[in-house]
C-alpha cells in the first residue's frame, strides 16, 4: 500500500498533507510525523498535516510539528489546505473551527478571538499577559496571546540583531510556559507595518508562522503601536491580518503546491 501526499508551502512555511477524508489511513506511530518531516531521510516538512473528516465542519486538520508533536492551530497550514479544497470551508482544529476561503490576496483565513487570560495562554502563574515582568537577556516585557495557540511578542528594535536560535528555545522551554511557547520577536516601521521573525515550538525558526503573524498584530494593536489592519513583512513573505469589530482575526496571503508524489509506510515503521 501506497500513501499518496502534497507537498505544499505558506510563505516557505512547509507542509506534508495526507488526506483521509474519504478513505482511513493507517494508524500512524508516535515517530511518524517526525520521520516523515525529516529532511535528510523523509519527505522532509516543518509540519505534517492530517485531513479527516469532522461533524462539526466541512473536515478537521490535525497539525503535526516536525517533532512529532501535535499542536492547536497553524495559520500558514491553514491556508495551504483552504488552497487544496478550492472552496470556502468551516476547519475544525485542536484550537477550534476556523474558516477558510479564496480572496484576491490569496486565501483568507477567519482565525478566531484572541485570548489574553494567564490560565489559557497558558502560564504556570497569574501574571499580567499584557506586559510580562520578565525577561531573557535583551528580550523583556513580552505581552502574551493565544490565538489558537499560545504566543509572545517582544517588540524590538531590530528582529534580526536577536540570536533567535539560541533564545528561541530558552524561552520556548521556560517553566513558565507548561505547554512550550511560540516566541515572535518584532519590529513595528510604520501604523500599517511590522517585521518579524519567530521561533516556532516544536519547529525552530521558520520562513513564516501565520499564527505568529496574528499574535504579533494583536499584540501591537493592543499597546496602541499600529492600526487595526498591518501588513506583517517575514522572512518568507507577507501576511495581511485585520483584527474587525467583531473581535475575529483575520489574515489573508498567499499559499502553494510545491509537488506530489505517495510513499510506502512501511519506509516509516507503520503496518499498513
Known amino acids: 500500500m501506497r500513501i499518496a501526499f502534497t507537498k505544499m508551502h505558506g510563505l516557505g512555511n ?47 486538520m490535525r497539525i503535526f510539528n516536525a517533532d512529532g508533536s501535535e499542536v492547536e492551530a497553524c495559520g500558514n497550514a491553514t491556508r495551504a489546505v483552504g488552497l487544496l479544497h478550492g472552496a470556502p470551508a468551516r476547519i475544525e482544529t485542536l484550537g477550534g473551527m476556523i474558516a477558510a476561503a479564496p480572496s484576491d490576496g490569496g486565501i483568507s483565513v477567519e482565525m478566531g478571538k484572541p485570548r489574553f487570560d494567564w490560565d489559557v495562554i497558558p502560564l504556570a502563574y497569574p ?24 504566543h509572545v511578542i517582544f517588540f524590538v528594535t531590530d528582529p534580526y540583531a536577536i540570536d533567535m536560535a539560541r533564545l528561541g528555545p530558552i524561552v520556548e522551554n521556560d517553566t513558565l510556559f507548561p505547554q512550550r511557547i511560540n516566541v515572535n520577536v518584532a519590529a513595528v516601521t510604520a501604523r500599517d507595518a511590522i517585521t518579524l521573525r519567530v521561533w516556532e515550538r516544536g519547529v525552530g525558526l521558520t520562513r513564516a508562522c501565520g499564527t505568529g503573524a496574528c499574535a504579533t498584530a494583536i499584540g501591537a494593536m493592543k499597546r496602541g503601536l499600529v492600526d487595526r489592519r498591518v501588513t506583517i513583512t517575514l522572512p518568507g513573505g507577507p501576511l495581511v491580518i485585520e483584527w474587525r469589530e467583531d473581535g475575529e482575526i483575520v489574515m489573508t496571503g498567499a499559499a502553494a503546491q510545491s509537488f506530489r508524489g505517495s510513499f510506502d509506510p512501511a519506509d516509516f515503521g507503520i503496518d499498513a
Open 14 to 60: 512547509d507542509f506534508v498533507v495526507l488526506d483521509a477524508r474519504e478513505a482511513p489511513l493507517p494508524p500512524l506511530n508516535p515517530g511518524f510525523a517526525a520521520a516523515l518531516a525529516d529532511r535528510h531521510t523523509g519527505i522532509g516538512c516543518d509540519q505534517l498535516i492530517l485531513l479527516e473528516p469532522s461533524s462539526l465542519g466541512d473536515f478537521r
Open 127 to 150: 501574571m499580567d499577559t499584557h506586559s510580562l515582568p520578565v525577561a531573557w537577556e535583551e528580550l523583556v516585557n513580552p505581552i502574551a496571546v493565544n490565538v489558537g495557540n499560545p
